[in-house]
Structure formats: structure tokens, C-alpha cells
């Protein structure tokens, strides 16, 4: 599949667990829940130590998500990210987003192996509608260098 429509396959799926929301105000976990909140999403935050995030229940993991989650958007370190992966392979969550600095080798080599809908290197609020005038901006920027997906 190309790029462009493994993406617009994941942001058709309207049940997305995200990890990385955390306590701290700054992270971009916490940015990207609270704008995909707005963009009619149901979310469910994952975090092993939080018990609620945005007054929602947070999960401690993958395993414990409903099962109506059919997608993972992963704001982590690489090291911890390839757990997720597993457990959301084992889960039968088949489209995953790893965020900017959130994968590795071995990621993407799983998520073959187990026929995933892998996104890498982009940022999915550049690509979730409706976008701010920061995305938008930096999607023209992408499709100026020629490196925006087709």
C-alpha cells in the first residue's frame, strides 16, 4: 500500500489507544490526545502508572484496551515501543502509528512479519483533519521538498 492511503487507512479507524500521555504538561503524547479529542476520535490513553488522563480511565496497557481499539498511535521511546508493538500484534490491533523518534529495526521488521499498518516518521496531526494552521504550514513545507507521501 502506499504511504498516503496506509495513512488514511489508520485515521479512518475512530477507536485509537495512545500511548505516551503522561503527567507532564509538555509531552507530545498530551498534545496529540488533546487534538485528536477534538477530531471526533474515541481515545483511550495508555499509560502503565496513570490512572486517568483528561478525566478518562487510562490503561495500564495494551492488553487491558476494549476491544473496539483497532488503532495505536505511540509517543515512546523506541526501547519501550517495541513492547507496545507486541502487545498490540498479540492484541490484533493491525494499525499503528509510531510517532517521530519511536521506532527501530526491529519495529518495523515485526510489523511486517505480522502484515501491520505501519506508519513511521510523520506526525499524525499533519494528517488528521481538520488541521491547524501549524500543520498545514508544514505539509506545504513537506510537499515543497518533495517529501510529503504519495
Known amino acids: 500500500m502506499k ?16 500511548a505516551g500521555v503522561s503527567k507532564g504538561k ?13 477530531k471526533n ?7 502503565p502508572k496513570l490512572i486517568e488522563y483528561e ?12 476491544a473496539e481499539v483497532s488503532g495505536l498511535i505511540i509517543c515512546i521511546k ?3 515501543a517495541e513492547k507496545l508493538v507486541n502487545e498490540a500484534v498479540e492484541k490484533g490491533i493491525r494499525h499503528i502509528w509510531l510517532q ?3 521506532h527501530n529495526d526491529s519495529t518495523l521488521k515485526m510489523s511486517n512479519e505480522h502484515n501491520i499498518n505501519l ?5 499524525v496531526l499533519m494528517f488528521a483533519a481538520p488541521d491547524a494552521f501549524i500543520h498545514r504550514f508544514h505539509r506545504g513545507i513537506n ?7 504519495k
Open 100 to 102: 517521530q523518534g519511536a
Open 55 to 66: 478525566n478518562i480511565n487510562c490503561y495500564p496497557n495494551i492488553k487491558s484496551l476494549p
Open 3 to 18: 504511504p498516503l492511503a496506509s495513512i488514511k487507512e489508520f485515521l479512518a479507524q475512530k477507536h485509537l489507544a495512545i
Open 78 to 80: 523506541p526501547d519501550k
Open 26 to 38: 509538555n509531552k507530545f503524547g498530551n498534545t496529540i490526545f488533546k487534538e485528536l479529542s477534538k
Open 119 to 123: 506508519i513511521t516518521k510523520q506526525c
Open 143 to 149: 510537499k515543497m521538498l518533495g517529501i510529503y507521501p
Open 41 to 47: 476520535y474515541q481515545l483511550y490513553p495508555v499509560h
